[in-house]
């Protein structure tokens, strides 16, 4: 007669048998659903059509080690002149040190009012010095904020050169600065890894491939941990959730899911604050 011990012992490992297969189940359905995302990316969430500089130019996937006690190293990949298309805006390249302690403001003005995030130099350091660099430049100054997808991930995508106010072209989510560095402060043990009222940097889901692109996340987004956290936004998250609300054009549907938004979202000017201990 079986002892009633050994019918616990059957039971207990009846109860973890089934519970690991519930896991496992759970676990392939999340790489499912993963892998349909990074597939449909597309042109959302990439600078579509720099994948092949990951090739041809090599790309780091750090942006370097500190030289100095308030200091990192960056290094900057830089695009070679006619290569990169009508689409790359050449405004040179930013310092290869950049300060790694404090915080930095960057606001962004926009014709629906300021959006504004807070950034930590010690975790984007040469994120933020790219930033810096390019708003100094007046890179951003008349662009439109290009993408918005609202099924699945919830983001609005900016900072594309060639998305003006003077109307969206067909290069709209191909452009970017004349270089490419590699992706800092990725979430890699945050869950959700992208929530609600962050900034991150677009890429083209490869190592060393950050240019000039950014999305702002209205909603909690389940995406690879392969982006770099730019920073939390402050101010302005009513404004892009409004936008979020009145939807898209479908533009993309085809591609990636999403499309113009159907507010229309221009960045007047960007700008970066000093460096705040």
Known sequence: MTSTRERQRAAARAKLEKEMAKRAEAA?????LQAGIAAGLGLLLVVAGTTWLVMSLGG???????TAAGNAQCT????????????????????TEAKNTGTQ???????????????????VPCTAASFTHLTSKGFFDNTKCHRLVTEGLQVLQCGDPSATGEGYRET??????????????????ELPPYPDGVIAMANSGQPGT???????????????ASYTVLGTITEGMDIVKQVGAAGHD???????GGGHPKQEVIIKTMTMSEPQD
């Open 105 to 123: 403001t960057m606001t962004i003005d926009t014709n629906l009012g300021p959006i504004t995030a807070k950034l930590d130099l010690a975790e």
């Open 210 to 224: 950050t240019g000039s692109q950014f999305f702002i996340v209205f909603g909690d987004s389940q995406l690879d």
């Open 60 to 66: 780091d996937d750090e942006t370097g080690g500190d």
């Open 172 to 189: 709209d989510g191909t452009g970017g600065p004349s270089y490419r560095f590699g992706e800092e402060n990725l979430p890699l043990e």
């Open 28 to 32: 392939k359905k999340r790489r499912q």
């Open 250 to 256: 479908d533009a993309f549907a085809q591609q990636a």
């Open 76 to 95: 900057w990949t830089e695009i070679p002149a006619g290569q990169g298309g009508p689409q790359v805006k050449d405004v040179g390249l930013p310092p």
